[in-house]
């Protein structure tokens, strides 16, 4: 069966300080998709990264970066020097190959940031 | 440019009464369309899944339905509410491409329901 986990429930850093969101999964595709989504306190769900599983190459854009291990079946997220905005619910999400195959998400890490 | 509306916003309704929850996408045609759940403090459970014009899947029996009018529009609704139906509603659209390979959902502004 697929799987997501996000082992924290909560973080809370200062301002300015890095910060890594765990996330492991489990499946016995050999293809599938990887997501990462932040929730604001607005609630909307904001579309940051998708990865596919052939793409192990870790991805940085601005302060955000992804580590993508697959033989620890891990999508680690970091936030360089953290601010106030960052502050959200981040959820993993894994897909299968086809958009029949639905998205399983984790239980989300809420990330709070104060300055 | 791609956008999503929901509406209503917010809705406070009482236990047994109907409910009809709308989502539309523009600026795209033959998405495909999600409706997902969240529970206070919990993740997200997917309701049903469409990928075409009266093309419903059901993922979780319930009391709730679903259907798709139009190519673009995609409407949850409940005969009768129950205290169990609160929560945060929220569509998905993806786009449609003839590989069927998995796409981004991208995600509305969402209902927040209050069943009483």
């Known amino acids: 069966a697929q799987k997501v986990t996000q082992a924290q429930t909560e973080i809370s850093v200062v301002e300015k300080e890095d910060v890594t969101l765990d996330c492991v999964y489990e499946?016995?595709?050999?293809?599938?998709?990887l997501f990462w989504y932040k929730q604001p306190p607005s609630g909307e769900l904001v579309f940051l990264i998708r990865r596919n599983s052939f793409d192990e190459q870790n991805e940085i854009s601005g302060r955000y970066s992804w580590n993508f291990q697959k033989s620890t079946s891990s999508f680690n997220f970091t936030i360089t020097a953290s601010q106030v905005v960052d502050s959200a619910v981040y959820f993993c999400?894994?897909?299968?190959?086809?958009?029949?195959?639905?998205?399983?998400f984790g239980t989300g890490t809420r990330l709070q940031v104060f300055p | 440019s791609q956008t999503i509306h929901q509406w209503p916003a917010t809705l406070v309704q009482p236990v047994g009464s109907p409910l009809s929850l709308e989502c539309t996408v523009e600026?795209?045609?033959?998405?495909?369309l999600y409706w997902y759940r969240q529970a206070a403090g919990r993740g997200l459970q997917l309701l049903f899944y469409s990928v075409g014009i009266g093309q419903i899947s059901s993922e979780v029996p319930q009391n709730l339905s679903a259907s798709r009018p139009q190519d673009r529009q995609f409407i949850l609704s409940s005969k009768k509410l129950l205290l169990s139906d609160s929560g945060f509603y929220l569509c998905?659209?993806?786009?449609?491409?003839?590989?069927?390979?998995?796409?981004?959902?991208?995600f509305g502004p969402g209902t927040r329901l209050l069943v009483l």
């Open positions: 600026g795209t045609s033959n998405p495909n």
């Open positions: 999400a894994l897909g299968g190959l086809y958009n029949t195959d639905k998205l399983i």
């Open positions: 998905a659209w993806s786009a449609w491409w003839d590989t069927g390979y998995q796409e981004t959902q991208y």
């Open positions: 499946t016995r595709d050999t293809t599938y998709y």
